[in-house]
């Protein structure tokens, strides 16, 4: 027995890092999982990765911030799989820039993926949620989202927003005995693509990060993963509104 048998979940971003980490290890507890992401060629990675994990998946083509898109993809899991249990908002967009030259654009840009993108698909797994008689809801933010970063005004803002949003979100899963929780995590520095984009890949730039975390080590997506999985279980049942950093003790310092 898998601790995600016969639940059906959606991971936003899993074609690659911590997404798709997430996406394999839900499958491999059981979850039917619907991977989405932006690129096909990593989403036929993904799936393939679930069937060798022994799971059940699959990729579907999706931009988070648009709102009927949400909807289809609702809509495919009910009808696909007979309903909707797990909703993991991991997609984002992260870029380092100082303050005076971040434009209107660049914030607009990433407040409505890393915000509306969360929001639109709370809104609509609600929904599902309620037809199914409840479900969870995990929304990964960032240690960014309750710590500040020198360029990263518009990211740090972003993600603030998505732990806020989650910790309302969770209050109104909870009303009328709906049974629907949310929970929030904030991952600290994780080696992965889209870190690399922006920091870089040289071997000093990965030492420097790893020296400035008490524990001595970036994450691993396998990390985040393990508490999505738990998040999504009915071992977490009480847990909602709860906020787990995973960062290695950067918060702490």
């Given at each position: 027995?898998?601790?995600?048998d016969n639940k059906v979940a959606i991971v936003t971003g899993a074609t690659i890092g911590i997404g798709r980490a997430t996406a394999v290890m839900m499958a491999r507890e059981g979850a039917k999982v619907i991977a989405t992401g932006r690129?096909?060629?990593?989403?036929?990675?993904t799936e393939k990765l679930i069937s060798r994990a022994g799971g059940e998946g699959l990729y579907r083509w999706q931009d988070i911030t648009d709102e009927a898109g949400w909807e289809s993809l609702v809509a495919f899991a009910e009808d696909r799989f007979g309903g909707l249990?797990?909703?993991v908002n991991n997609a984002?967009?992260?870029?380092?820039?100082?303050l005076e030259e971040t434009t209107a654009d660049?914030?607009?840009a990433i407040y409505r993926v890393n915000v509306e993108g969360a929001f639109l698909g709370m809104q609509k797994a609600m929904a599902a949620m309620d037809?199914?008689?409840g479900g969870s809801i995990v929304n990964i933010s960032s240690l960014l989202g309750i710590r500040g970063f020198a360029g990263g005004t518009a990211y740090c803002a972003t993600k603030g927003?998505?732990?806020q949003l989650s910790l309302a979100a969770a209050l109104d899963g909870a009303q009328n005995a709906r049974n629907i929780r949310v929970n929030v995590i904030h991952p600290g520095v994780f080696w992965t693509r889209m870190v690399i984009e922006q920091m870089g890949a040289d071997d000093e730039i990965r030492e420097?990060?790893?020296a400035q975390t008490p524990l001595g080590r970036l994450g691993e997506p396998d990390e985040i993963a393990s508490a999505v999985v738990y998040l999504a279980s009915e071992e977490s049942r009480l847990v909602t509104g709860s906020e787990m950093t995973i960062d290695g003790g950067r918060g702490a310092t």
């Open positions: 027995m898998g601790r995600l690129s096909e060629d990593e989403g036929a990675i249990d797990v909703l984002g967009m992260f870029f380092v820039k100082p660049d914030f607009d037809r199914r008689g927003a998505v732990t420097a990060l790893s």
